[in-house]
């Protein structure tokens, strides 16, 4: 099982930057991928960004051209730099990693998902 520590959230002007951080941590074998949800009030929680284990990325269109994920692979961390922050980014913003708990799991794709507690982005004049 993966435990999932974020940080970085807080309340930011339109138009600012914030970098979101999360480490994976615990008993697992491997991390295939790691990214970003969020969830406003009232709405499902969506696909903000994710990247794979060999480094592929995938963004929202919302978000594409704004924000960037990367991450550190000694570290098992993964980070979101959010530039050009809009009001419509405000959320709860949810880290996420895809692991297998063994070899066998990694060579059948068995992935099972972890969530982190969520922090809270507000962008806001």
């Known amino acids: 099982q993966v435990q999932l520590a974020e940080s970085g959230g807080g309340l930011v002007q339109p138009g600012g930057s914030l970098r979101l951080s999360c480490a994976a941590s615990?008993?697992?074998?491997?991390?295939?991928?790691m990214g970003w949800h969020r969830q406003a009030p009232g709405e499902q929680r969506e696909l903000v960004a994710a990247?794979?284990?060999?480094?592929?990325?995938n963004y929202a269109d919302s978000v594409k051209g704004r924000f960037t994920i990367s991450k550190d692979n000694v570290k098992n961390t993964v980070y979101l730099q959010m530039n050009g922050l809009k009001p419509e980014d405000t959320a709860v913003y949810y880290c996420?990693?895809?692991?297998?708990?063994?070899?066998?799991?990694?060579?059948?794709?068995?992935?099972?998902?972890?969530w982190g507690q969520g922090t809270q982005v507000t962008v806001s004049s």
């Open positions: 996420n990693a895809d692991s297998a708990a063994n070899k066998f799991a990694q060579l059948r794709r068995q992935f099972l998902r972890s």
């Open positions: 615990g008993n697992f074998f491997s991390i295939n991928e």
């Open positions: 990247i794979t284990s060999g480094g592929t990325t």
